[in-house]
């Protein structure tokens, strides 16, 4: 699933971060 942060999403899955799709 996915974590929202203030830098974006990261993936827990891949373990990687989406930039600016944070909440």
Same mark, same amino acid.
């Given at each position: 699933?996915?974590?929202? +942060? @203030? $830098?974006? $999403?990261?993936?827990? @899955? =891949? @373990?990687?971060? +989406?930039? !600016? =799709? !944070?909440?």
């Amino acid at each position: 699933w996915w974590y929202s +942060t @203030k $830098v974006g $999403v990261i993936d827990l @899955k =891949k @373990k990687s971060i +989406t930039m !600016g =799709k !944070g909440c």
